[in-house]
């Protein structure tokens, strides 16, 4: 599903965010990538959806050639992606199904399908009977979840998460990690970049660690590693 083969970034100020990096992550993992701020885990999950590019190197997201393609065919590879962010990102003036029913809106889905599958992820996040809200009438928690509804209404390959628990509190994080482990038992893949200890050391997953742009640590059953 992803791989990256001597892929380095560096910003135009000489900054090196990441320095040959060797991954290779396969169909249904769900992987962890932890490191302290600054290490190259935002660059590393920019780079999978092509928020950026890498400065040299291979990189292959779900089949396609991140590296090479060319800009019109940034739209086709970010189809098969969900992306989910720290700060929601959702649409202050619609309401939670117009917010989900946008990602597909993007993509041109039949209203009938749309309508269909809009209800079906808000059920999946726990969400129907909030529909009519907006986003300013939520929770932390449940802005969270409309997030990852509109990430997998689509049916993704690949949901990227760059720090989607950071600021909830513990239960609520729990609530978002249990929808993310059912996605995960569908066959979707995952990739999240945390700073949540207890998650990475309770769930025991595969664990990926970047210090200083490199790869130090990649473990199938692996713990965060780093002071809380």
């Not at 809106?105 to 009938?112: D, L, N, S, T, W």
């Amino acid at each position: 599903m992803i791989k990256m083969r001597n892929v380095s970034k560096i910003y135009p100020n000489g900054t090196i965010a990441l320095d040959h990096v060797n991954v290779h992550i396969r169909k249904g993992e769900f992987v962890f990538i932890v490191g302290a701020s600054g290490a190259g885990k935002s660059s590393f999950i920019k780079l999978l959806f092509r928020e950026e590019l890498p400065t040299s190197g291979e990189l292959v997201v779900n089949g396609q050639d991140v590296v090479h393609m060319e800009h019109d065919q940034v739209p086709y590879l970010r189809r098969g992606l969900g992306v989910i962010f720290q700060d929601y990102r959702l649409l202050p003036d619609k309401t939670v199904y117009e917010n989900v029913a946008f990602a597909m809106q993007v993509i041109e889905a039949p209203r009938r399908f749309m309508q269909r599958s809009v209800n079906t992820v808000l059920d999946i996040v726990g969400l129907r009977d909030k529909y009519r809200s907006f986003p300013s009438q939520l929770s932390g928690g449940e802005q969270q979840r409309v997030a990852i509804a509109r990430a997998i209404v689509n049916n993704p390959a690949i949901v990227i998460a760059d720090e989607p628990t950071g600021n909830l509190d513990p239960e609520t994080s729990w609530d978002i990690m249990d929808i993310f482990q059912r996605i995960n038992k569908s066959g979707t893949t995952i990739v999240m970049a945390t700073h949540d200890k207890s998650i990475v050391d309770t769930m025991q997953r595969r664990v990926i660690a970047i210090e200083n742009g490199h790869i130090v640590r990649d473990e199938a059953q692996g713990v965060y590693g780093y002071e809380a």
